[in-house]
């Protein structure tokens, strides 16, 4: 698979979104929670397999800034303090492309967990 490039990336705070376009032609729009608990970080996946951290209360975090890092990706400031994710473009790509399911297995991870969501408008779906 060709590495995919951004072509626009913009910030909707207020719907808690960031829309990313690609030169494909596809455009995800991608809740900031989604981003939050699917961070490439080390706090979130660990440092091995088997050693991500489960995010709760995400539910209404915001991005505050979006910086770039290099030519290759963005790094996300999260309004919660988080801030040592760095987004690859096909770390993006593939978050937009598996979206769906994505979302499926993290609220199975919270339900396996007891954690109950607080109503929100985010989501993946």
């Given at each position: 698979m ?17 829309e ?14 989604y ?11 660990g440092?091995?397999?088997g ?7 995400k ?12 030519n ?33 297995r ?6 396996a ?13």
């Amino acid at each position: 698979m060709a590495a995919r490039h951004p072509t626009n990336i913009v910030l909707h705070q207020r719907s808690r979104r960031l829309e990313v376009s690609f030169d494909d032609g596809l455009t995800f729009e991608l809740p900031c929670e989604y981003l939050r608990v699917h961070s490439p970080s080390a706090e979130v996946r660990g440092h091995g397999p088997g050693q991500g951290v489960l995010q709760t209360g995400k539910e209404n975090v915001n991005i505050r800034d979006v910086e770039p890092v290099g030519n290759y990706a963005v790094k996300l400031v999260f309004d919660d303090g988080h801030e040592s994710g760095i987004y690859t473009w096909d770390y993006l790509y593939q978050l937009g492309r598996h979206q769906a399911g994505n979302w499926a297995r993290y609220l199975e991870e919270l339900a396996a967990a007891g954690y109950t969501r607080r109503a929100s408008d985010e989501g993946a779906s």
